[in-house]
């Protein structure tokens, strides 16, 4: 069973950045696309980003685009979102997670992390 772990996130300023990470406890044909999905207080489920394993071709929302960048560390099965100009909106819970391919990690991933609560203050 893939176990992700996200170990990052936090309270920042509205205007800041922040950096989350997501280590995997294995790799496989499973975790071939890696991304992150955040649900803020009382709202749907939205997909942040993804990334593929091999080519590090990545994915993003448009309502995200331009304000987060998602990268790999192969070496250490990680993968990480740095976000940039946060806004109060942008709180909510950010889940790390992994599926054999794009569309699963975009609508309905197969393996989920715990989530990291990120709050941006005024």
């Known amino acids: 069973q893939v176990q992700l772990v996200e170990p990052g996130g936090g309270l920042v300023q509205a205007g800041g950045s922040l950096r989350l990470s997501c280590i995997a406890s294995?790799?496989?044909?499973?975790?071939?696309?890696r991304g992150w999905v955040r649900q803020a207080p009382g709202k749907e489920r939205e997909f942040v980003a993804a990334i593929s394993w091999t080519g590090g071709v990545t994915h993003y929302a448009d309502s995200m685009r331009g304000r987060v960048t998602i990268s790999k560390d192969a070496a250490n099965d990680t993968i990480y979102l740095e976000m940039s100009n946060l806004k109060r909106r942008d709180t909510a819970v950010y889940y790390c997670?992994?599926?054999?391919?794009?569309?699963?990690?975009?609508?309905?991933?197969?393996?989920w992390g715990q989530g990291t609560l990120v709050t941006v203050s005024s």
């Open positions: 294995q790799h496989s044909d499973d975790t071939y696309w």
């Open positions: 997670t992994a599926d054999p391919n794009l569309h699963g990690v975009v609508t309905n991933a197969r393996h």
